[in-house]
Every structure is written in structure tokens, then in C-alpha cells.
């Protein structure tokens, strides 16, 4: 039997019946856009996420993309984030035409490091060209970035705070979830996200209220107080009606199988150092932290060729992220180099994910465990190149 990297018809099974029902209820009443489920499901996310405004929209990417939008990011701007994420953390800030300047992660946590943070800024004020206006930190596999930390450093020089949460709705810092950390957080509900609609869906949290009025006007073409009252430029950038019915459906069990993440993250971890004997580096959780475990990732040397042992096992893995963001063809024009961010280049050689959903059964563990055993003992004597 091969162990998929997500089994999204696990849950459905478990949950089929409810969404049918609630899909059945949006046919029903018609309101396919700004329905009300939209308005229950911000309430409930809000609560859920510790903030007091949430504003849903039609992705995570949108979600990152509008919150710059609300701040009015533009030319002559710099916007600070990592180059180990997936390509929306850069791309809305290249988007509106500001330059996306790259900060190393710490290799323990695949997340900013606030003191290379302190330097790129300081760099960005010394040479004078750009305008630093905001610091987008990524909460990486899940994990919280240090918010706190990276809060304090650009709140002292004026610049706003995003969190990118696309993969962490659910995870807390000192006991408070990662969604309330930043002015405001942008999260995604991409099917393979711990709450995952049936498609492509996000929303924003903050508690700033201007800011999330700024949001709903972006939201629906930069709109005032009709839909012919247009007061900024904004997007078609709403959830549906139908993924917020789904996703309300989802919210349901979602601390359940928050719960069952971290279980078998734990188990994963035990029985890894156990059976690799140090040989591969485990996710490190920060004691403040909790993470959402949208993925359990590794690093070990030999990736790839532990990747098709793996494969031929029939166990799924997957690499995130194989390139860096500044590596990439698309910011090629930016001036960076291979060996800006070492920290960086060298997960990226390093890095893998392991099969990671809330229904994966404790034997599937182990038996990925010792998979990953006797991949990284195999290439360490060589046999597998
Ligand atoms: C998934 C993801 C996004 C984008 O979310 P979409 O809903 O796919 O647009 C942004 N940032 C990170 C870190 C992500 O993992």
C-alpha cells in the first residue's frame, strides 16, 4: 500500500455527508458571492483566529497581495522577506512594482532570522535608494517566525508587519495563535493547507479596523460606499459562497485534527532519532512554539537519492523548496548571487517533506520511519549514489 504526502479524500470521507448538505443549502438560497456563509465563516475565523476583523478572499496569494495593496506598496519600495517559501511571499511585492529584498532564514527553524533581519534593514537604510516599508515573515512548514522579535525591529523604524500564515492557521506563539501576531496575517486555504477549502480561497486577520475596511473596499475593485462608487483600485479577489460552506464544514474539526497533526509529528520525531541515529535533522519547535505542521520536513545529506528510495517504496515525499526565491529566473534582474543566503541554499539542498495529514495511521509512521532509516543508511555507504 503506497502512504500519500496528503490524503484529502480521508477526510472527505469523514466529513462528506456535512459539506454536501451545506453545498445542497448554497444551491439553495443562490447567493453564490458575498453569501451568508461568507459573513458566518469571518466571524467564526476572527474568533478562531484571535483577531478582531477577518476578511476572507479568493486565495492566500490574494491575501498577501491585498494587505500590501491596503499599505500602498508601490515603486521605490522595499518590502524585506525570505527567499525559503513559495514564490507568492515575493511575488505580490514585485507585483506592485517594490522590490523584494531577501533575509536568511535560521536554519533551525526555516524562518527569518530577526538579527539578519536588523542588518538587511540597516543596508537598505545606509545605501538610501529604496524606501523600507514593510517585513513580510513567513511562519514556514507552519511554525511561527519570531514575531515578536521582528515586530520590535521594524516597528522601531516604521515599517508595517505581514505575516505570511499561509501554512500556519492554528499554530500559536506564547500561547497566542500565529494569525494575531503581525499588524495583519495572510492565510491560505489551498486543498493541501491544515484548513483547506475545495479550491483556491484565503483571508486576512488584523485587529486594525480602517485597515480592514481598506481590505473589503480592495476586495470587490477598490469600492466606496455602492458598487459605482470606486474610491481606489482594487480586485475580484472574493471567496466564493461555496468554499466558505465547505470551509465552515472543515472549521468543525479542524482543532481535532490540529491535534492529530501534532501526534504524529511527535511520533515521526521519536522514531526518526531513534532509528537514524542522529543522521537526519528533525523540525525543531521553539518551546514558546506550536506549531500547525502543514508539513513534517527533514534535512538529511543524499536528498535526492533517499527521494527515490522513498519513491520506490511507494511512500510520497516532496521538496520544499528545491530553488530559492532569489535564485529563481523570475527575480534574475535583482542582482543576487548564489551564496547571498547560505543558510537558505543550503535547506534548500537538504530539505524534505514527509507524508503529513491528520489521518495518517501511527504504523504508516513508522513504517515511513524506517523507510527513511534505511534510505539515509544506504546512501551513506554509498550504494545509492
Ligand atoms: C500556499 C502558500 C501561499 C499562497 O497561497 P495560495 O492560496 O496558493 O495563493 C503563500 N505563501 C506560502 C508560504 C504558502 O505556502
Known amino acids: 500500500m503506497n502512504i500519500p504526502l ?3 479524500k480521508a ?3 469523514r466529513i462528506g455527508g456535512d459539506v454536501r448538505r451545506a453545498v445542497d443549502q448554497v444551491w439553495a438560497h443562490g447567493r453564490f458571492l458575498m453569501g451568508p456563509e461568507i459573513t458566518e465563516l469571518e466571524t467564526r475565523l476572527a474568533e478562531r483566529a484571535g483577531v478582531r476583523h477577518c476578511v476572507t478572499c479568493s486565495s492566500g496569494t490574494d491575501a498577501l497581495l491585498m494587505a500590501l495593496m491596503a ?3 508601490g515603486a521605490g519600495d522595499a518590502v524585506f522577506t525570505t527567499p525559503f517559501t513559495f514564490i507568492s511571499s515575493a511575488e505580490v511585492v514585485a507585483l506592485l512594482g517594490a522590490t523584494p529584498v531577501f533575509v536568511d532564514i535560521d536554519p533551525r527553524t526555516f524562518n527569518m532570522d530577526p538579527e539578519k533581519f536588523a542588518a538587511a534593514l540597516h543596508s537598505v537604510k545606509r545605501e538610501n535608494r529604496l524606501r523600507a516599508r514593510g517585513v513580510i515573515a513567513v511562519d514556514l512548514f507552519g511554525l511561527p517566525a519570531e514575531h515578536g522579535a521582528i515586530g520590535g525591529i521594524a516597528g522601531g523604524h516604521g515599517l508595517f508587519t505581514l505575516a505570511d500564515a499561509a501554512q500556519s492557521f492554528g499554530a500559536t506563539l506564547h500561547g497566542k495563535s500565529a494569525t494575531a501576531q503581525a499588524h495583519a496575517a495572510a492565510t491560505s486555504f489551498y486543498p493541501t493547507k491544515p484548513l483547506a477549502a475545495a479550491g483556491d480561497g484565503g483571508a486576512v486577520f488584523t485587529d486594525d479596523a480602517g485597515f480592514a475596511e481598506k481590505l473589503r473596499s480592495i476586495r470587490v475593485h477598490g469600492q466606496g460606499t455602492d458598487k459605482y462608487d470606486n474610491i481606489r483600485l482594487g480586485l475580484t479577489a472574493r471567496l466564493d459562497t461555496v468554499q466558505a460552506a465547505v470551509l465552515l464544514c472543515k472549521l468543525r474539526v479542524f482543532d481535532e485534527e490540529l491535534a492529530r497533526r501534532e501526534e504524529i509529528a511527535r511520533r515521526y520525531t521519536k522514531q526518526l532519532n531513534a532509528k537514524t541515529g542522529g543522521a537526519v535533522q528533525v523540525p ?6 506550536r506549531s500547525a505542521w502543514a508539513q513534517y520536513s527533514i534535512l538529511c545529506v543524499n536528498r535526492d537519492s533517499v527521494r527515490r528510495s522513498l519513491d520506490a517504496a511507494g511512500i510520497g515525499n516532496a521538496v520544499y523548496y528545491k530553488t530559492c526565491l532569489h535564485q529563481m529566473r523570475v527575480f534574475a534582474a535583482s542582482g543576487y548571487a548564489a551564496g547571498d543566503f547560505p543558510a537558505a541554499e543550503d535547506c534548500a539542498r537538504r ?7 491528520p489521518y495518517l495511521q501511527p504504523q504508516q509512521v513508522d513504517r515511513v520511519a524506517d ?6 543508511t544506504e546512501t551513506a555507504n554509498g550504494s545509492n549514489g
Not at 284 to 289: A, G, K, R
Not at 351 to 357: D, E, R, T
Open 6 to 8: 496528503v490524503d484529502i
Open 11 to 13: 477526510q472527505f470521507h
Open 71 to 73: 499599505h500602498e506598496v
Open 284 to 289: 525543531f519547535v521553539p518551546p514558546h512554539c
Open 351 to 357: 530539505i524534505l517533506s514527509l507524508p503529513m495529514h
Open 371 to 376: 523507510a527513511v532509516a534505511q534510505a539515509v
